[in-house]
């Protein structure tokens, strides 16, 4: 029998990031007291242990699992804050996990709350500390972000995405939210996730309120991997940022997971601070009818920009482990 894994937890630190063509919609205006979401950190990290809680270890080096697998995760995970958050670390969480053949998640703390008086980060670090803390009981994805949620006792919300790789190369998700995943091989995306909203920039959540989203409401998939997939996960900075082509090619530059996580958060950060570049953010505003007054669509201007936010990163690629190679 295996024995019980000690799961890594990886929370925020800190920002950076530019004034977006295109305002988030105010707080107010959220059904159900949703409140809407608003130093750099770098985890280089491969690591054959179950436990690390500080950044940079050794690359290239694989996730041990605990349960028997042909296959596990090698992880590189880098975060930059919102520039007006870097000194309490931005408000995004994520986790990275021994777990099966490897467990990911992320989630984004929601930033209207800060116009309660609350504190965004505490809830999606609560959040993540408890799917840490439950991992040991085995659950299956629903389940856990279910008992998380129940454990967590602060007050706010937060988006969250947890992908688990199990037996069978099996890579099992639960979504609730604007947090992302795509899964690519050979250069092309096979699979991605759907951002779920109750309108433009209001998405789904997890929250301690009673009217908010449940484990019930988590988008369930499940992928079959093949061995040097690579999966990236992320929070919305870097999903309003970054095309999926863009993604690809950075997964196709870089080798190292390390060096590609840090390469799309770089990116989704330059991408962020530029007013001209016409971002997925921007792309979507105008789809769902937020635009220029029309004397500027007549003189050839559209609403363009990147969205300022907490950008997380996750990289992980399928290889063979150690054992069965």
Not at 126 to 132: F, V
């Amino acid at each position: 029998m295996a024995t019980a894994p000690t799961p890594t937890l990886i929370r925020t630190l800190g920002a950076s990031l530019s004034q977006s063509s295109c305002s988030r919609l105010h707080p107010h205006l959220l059904p159900l007291r949703y409140p809407t979401k608003r130093h750099r950190r770098s985890s280089s990290s491969c690591c054959r242990t179950s436990l690390f809680c500080a950044p940079n270890g050794p690359l290239g080096e694989q996730l041990t699992p605990e349960t028997e697998s042909d296959v596990c995760l090698c992880v590189g995970t880098h975060l930059i804050p919102h520039p007006n958050k870097i000194d309490k670390g931005g408000e995004d969480a994520y986790l990275v996990s021994t777990f099966n053949g490897g467990v990911l998640a992320v989630a984004d703390g929601v930033s209207g709350w800060a116009e309660q008086k609350v504190d965004p980060s505490l809830f999606s670090r609560e959040l993540m500390t408890n799917a840490s803390s439950l991992l040991e009981q085995r659950g299956l994805e629903e389940m856990l972000l279910k008992e998380a949620h129940a454990a967590t006792s602060s007050v706010g919300s937060a988006t969250v995405i947890i992908a688990m790789l199990e037996r069978g190369r099996i890579l099992k998700i639960a979504n609730v939210g604007d947090c992302g995943l795509r899964v690519i091989r050979q250069g092309k995306v096979v699979f991605s996730t759907s951002p779920q909203e109750h309108y433009f920039d209001c998405p789904h959540q997890l929250s301690s309120e009673v009217v908010g989203q449940t484990y019930l409401d988590a988008v369930m998939s499940t992928v079959e991997v093949m061995e040097q997939d690579t999966i990236v996960m992320g929070s919305d900075g870097l999903f309003d940022n970054v095309f999926d082509h863009e993604i690809v090619s950075a997964v196709t530059r870089y080798s190292d997971v390390s060096e590609t996580a840090k390469a799309l958060c770089d990116l989704a950060n330059t991408h962020s601070m530029d007013p001209s570049f016409d971002s997925p953010y921007s792309v979507e505003a105008r789809a769902k009818g937020f635009d220029i007054p029309l004397w500027k669509k007549i003189l050839g201007m559209k609403l363009t920009g990147g969205k300022l936010d907490d950008i997380t990163v996750i990289v992980g690629r399928v290889v063979r482990t150690q054992s069965a190679a």
